[in-house]
């Protein structure tokens, strides 16, 4: 007979593959909606599984995380950068990089545990914080000596300014985007040197 003989740990893995994926995909519409402290049993209903099927196609919490970061914030993120180094102000780059994350922070709770460091663990999101940390610093460093921005701002405290942009997100859920959105410019007029017109509309 002609043919291949099919291998009977075929199917079996075939269905293991299509559930893991199903677990993924309900990872990131319930982390989107709810953040990465979201309880997995969430996630488990949102799938059809039980939470020990989690555990046992990604090991931890952290491994599912690992599993989703890359789609569901580090292409935010690196799109972020990427729409910034388009531009050539310095000041316009980087009021544009803060206005961008602080409202990715707003509609994004997840990208919003990363920027804050909610798990510390996880080497990807670590990563990513850091790249996006290095990225501000550069921006800051470049709008500080073109004179645009204020010499006293450290990167340590634009790196506070997100964090606390985070915990302004959580505590104030009440407020529209819109008016979110105007506040920021108040953040961002502390920051220009004066006499420099902001680079971002309202």
Same mark, same amino acid.
């Given at each position: 007979? *002609?043919?291949?003989? =099919?291998?009977?740990?075929?199917?079996?893995?075939?269905? %293991? &593959?299509?559930n893991?994926?199903?677990?993924?995909? %309900?990872?990131? /519409?319930?982390?989107?909606? +709810?953040?990465?402290?979201?309880?997995l /049993?969430?996630?488990?209903?949102?799938? +059809?599984?039980?939470?020990?099927?989690?555990?046992?196609?990604?090991?931890?919490? $952290?491994?599912?995380?690992d599993?989703?970061?890359? #789609?569901? !914030?580090?292409?935010?993120?690196?799109?972020? !950068?990427?729409?910034?180094?388009?531009?050539?102000? =310095?000041? #316009?780059?980087?009021?544009?990089?803060?206005?961008? !994350?602080?409202?990715?922070?707003?509609? #994004?709770? %997840?990208?919003?545990?990363?920027?804050?460091?909610?798990?510390?663990?996880?080497?990807?999101?670590?990563?990513?914080?850091? $790249?996006?940390?290095?990225?501000?610093?550069?921006?800051?460093?470049?709008?500080? &000596?073109?004179?645009?921005?204020?010499?006293?701002?450290?990167?340590?405290?634009?790196?506070?300014?997100?964090? #606390? &942009?985070?915990?302004?997100?959580? %505590?104030? +859920?009440?407020?529209?985007?819109?008016?979110?959105?105007? $506040?920021?410019g108040? !953040?961002?007029d502390?920051?220009?040197?004066?006499?420099?017109?902001? *680079?971002?509309? /309202?």
């Amino acid at each position: 007979m *002609s043919g291949t003989t =099919p291998t009977p740990g075929a199917p079996r893995r075939a269905d %293991a &593959r299509r559930n893991a994926e199903g677990i993924r995909r %309900a990872a990131l /519409d319930v982390f989107r909606s +709810g953040g990465l402290t979201t309880p997995l /049993d969430e996630v488990a209903r949102a799938a +059809g599984v039980s939470k020990g099927t989690i555990y046992h196609r990604f090991g931890s919490r $952290r491994g599912l995380i690992d599993a989703v970061v890359d #789609e569901l !914030v580090a292409e935010r993120i690196t799109g972020i !950068v990427r729409a910034v180094d388009q531009l050539d102000d =310095p000041l #316009e780059r980087f009021e544009q990089y803060l206005l961008a !994350v602080w409202l990715l922070q707003f509609d #994004e709770p %997840a990208a919003n545990d990363v920027l804050m460091r909610t798990l510390p663990e996880s080497e990807p999101l670590t990563g990513l914080c850091e $790249r996006a940390q290095r990225f501000g610093s550069e921006l800051l460093d470049d709008a500080q &000596r073109s004179g645009v921005v204020r010499g006293d701002l450290t990167p340590d405290d634009l790196n506070h300014l997100i964090l #606390e &942009r985070g915990v302004v997100v959580r %505590a104030c +859920g009440r407020q529209t985007r819109e008016e979110y959105r105007r $506040r920021l410019g108040f !953040v961002l007029d502390g920051l220009r040197v004066p006499g420099h017109r902001a *680079s971002v509309g /309202d």
